[in-house]
Each structure stands twice: as C-alpha cells, then as structure tokens.
C-alpha cells in the first residue's frame, strides 16, 4: 500500500475523529465532575498532543505528493517522515 493511498487518509481521518471524540468524553467528564484534571486532560487531548499528531501525519502525506523541482530534485517523498518526526 503506498503511502498516500486513500486507505493511508481514512485511517488518519478516522484516528483524528477518535481523538476529538475521546476529548468530548473527557470534557463531559470534567462537566460532569467538576474535576479540574479531566478538563486539563480534555484540552491536552484537543490542542496539546492526540489531535496534532494526527494532523500533522495528514500534512506529510499530503505534501509528500508534490512533485520534483529544483530545490528537491528527487521530489518530497520523504516528508511523510519529517512530520510524523515534529511532535
């Protein structure tokens, strides 16, 4: 399977709705609760970690796909792995 197939996307985008659904929970939670820490853990699940990760595998999928110039004669290929490297 390559690296950008569709099947490589869904799987980003299903891991990404995941996360923002385990952030509602931990939100409801803290509502729910009262608990300052659950808040704390919704919003690092939200801004902080889960969820960025996530997009940023999205962006190196998306910009591996461009094609060579001169500046990166061989193409872009290898950003996948920049990206999924910067969190």
């Known amino acids: 399977m390559a690296s950008g197939s569709p099947k490589t996307k869904l799987v980003i985008y299903l ?11 931990k939100f409801l939670a803290a509502a729910h609760t009262g608990s ?27 910009r591996s796909h461009q094609p060579a110039d001169s500046r990166h004669p061989y193409g872009y290929g290898t950003e996948r792995y920049f990206w999924s490297l910067t969190r």
């Open 15 to 25: 891991a990404i709705i995941g996360n923002l659904a385990i952030a509602l929970m």
């Open 36 to 62: 300052s820490a659950m808040l704390s853990e919704g919003i690092h699940s939200t801004v902080e970690v889960d969820t960025d990760n996530q997009l940023l595998l999205l962006l190196g999928v998306n």
